[in-house]
Each structure stands twice: as structure tokens, then as C-alpha cells.
């Protein structure tokens, strides 16, 4: 089957995989993108397993300030080689995960071996288990995934603090 350079374009710019990967997932999916789209997320995933042993001794601290200074946030978010922490998608990712510690006050991350709590309420969630503010759908560690898929390393969120003034 013979797939457009534009098809080919419009699934790398939507998946952020390469180009080889996205003509061979429209070769396999017949030219059908959405198809394409998910047949790159399970072979993302797949990839993410496997590189999850990964040492990860680079990333970045993402420092949020918010409510004119009364909520302040620091997250330590790490990945495999400094190429990524300085790319746009990770910075986002450190940017987003800082808002979302800002708006719930977690208790904890979710990496460590811990009860889960059975509230309803999200704050008494760990942070990786928490619906993204911005897309109540989606966890935080679906964001993580997702931003792992793409830049192709293992990625984790080591710690946060947070201050409130008054608190």
C-alpha cells in the first residue's frame, strides 16, 4: 500500500513518533490513522515497560509560584538524559504536575509501597493517582506515559514539596 507523506506527517505530528514508525503503522493499520495512532501508543507502551529499569539521573526542578506568592511548589522530575529535560514536552509536563501539586496538596507521590487510600476525595489520593486539573479523564500518570511514550526514555516523578503560607 502506498501511504501520502501528508498522512505520514499528520500521524508523527499527533504521536511525536518517528517516521519510519508512523509509515510502518500505516502500512499495518491500511492507511487508517486512528488505527495508526493506537497501534503507536501500544508499541510506546510496550517500549515504556521495558525501559522502566532504566537509570533515570537527569530531568529537572520545576519551581511553580502561585496565589501571589501564598502557595509555592517545587517538583523533581527525572529522566534519562538531559537532551529531554530540555525539551519542551518535559518542561510542560514539570510545569503541569507542579500546578496540579499547587491545586490538590497531596499527601505523597504514589512510587513507594503505601496504602491506597478508598476516599473519593482526589487530595487523599498519592499525586500519581490523582485526575489531571486540566483533564479530570486523565491521571498524572497518564501524563507521565504519555510524555514517556514520545521522548522514548523512562521518566519518573521523584519527590514535590509544598509550601502554603499559614499552613
Given at each position: 500500500m502506498d501511504i501520502s507523506a501528508t498522512l505520514v506527517k499528520e500521524l508523527?505530528?499527533?504521536?511525536?513518533?518517528?517516521v519510519m514508525e508512523c509509515k510502518r503503522a500505516l502500512v499495518e493499520t491500511g492507511g487508517?490513522?486512528?488505527?495508526?495512532?493506537?497501534l503507536l501508543k501500544e508499541l510506546g507502551l510496550s517500549q515504556i515497560a521495558r525501559r522502566s529499569d532504566r537509570h533515570v539521573g537527569q530531568g529537572l526542578v520545576e519551581a511553580y509560584i502561585h496565589?501571589?506568592?501564598r502557595i509555592g511548589v517545587l517538583v523533581e522530575l527525572n529522566c534519562e538524559t538531559d537532551f529531554v529535560a530540555?525539551?519542551?514536552d518535559f518542561r510542560a509536563l514539570a510545569h503541569d504536575i507542579?500546578?496540579?501539586v499547587a491545586a490538590t496538596n497531596p499527601s505523597s507521590v504514589g512510587n513507594e509501597e503505601e496504602?491506597?487510600?478508598?476516599?473519593?476525595?482526589?487530595e487523599d489520593l498519592p499525586l500519581l493517582e490523582q485526575p489531571f486539573i486540566k483533564d479530570p479523564a486523565r491521571t498524572v500518570s497518564d501524563l507521565i506515559r504519555d510524555v514517556?511514550?514520545?521522548t522514548r526514555?523512562?521518566?519518573?516523578?521523584?519527590?514535590?514539596?509544598?509550601?502554603?503560607l499559614g499552613a
Open positions: 508523527r505530528e499527533l504521536s511525536g513518533a518517528g487508517d490513522l486512528e488505527e495508526a495512532l493506537g496565589g501571589d506568592g530540555r525539551t519542551p507542579a500546578l496540579q496504602t491506597v487510600s478508598n476516599s473519593a476525595d482526589p514517556a511514550t514520545t526514555e523512562n521518566i519518573v516523578l521523584r519527590r514535590f514539596a509544598r509550601f502554603e
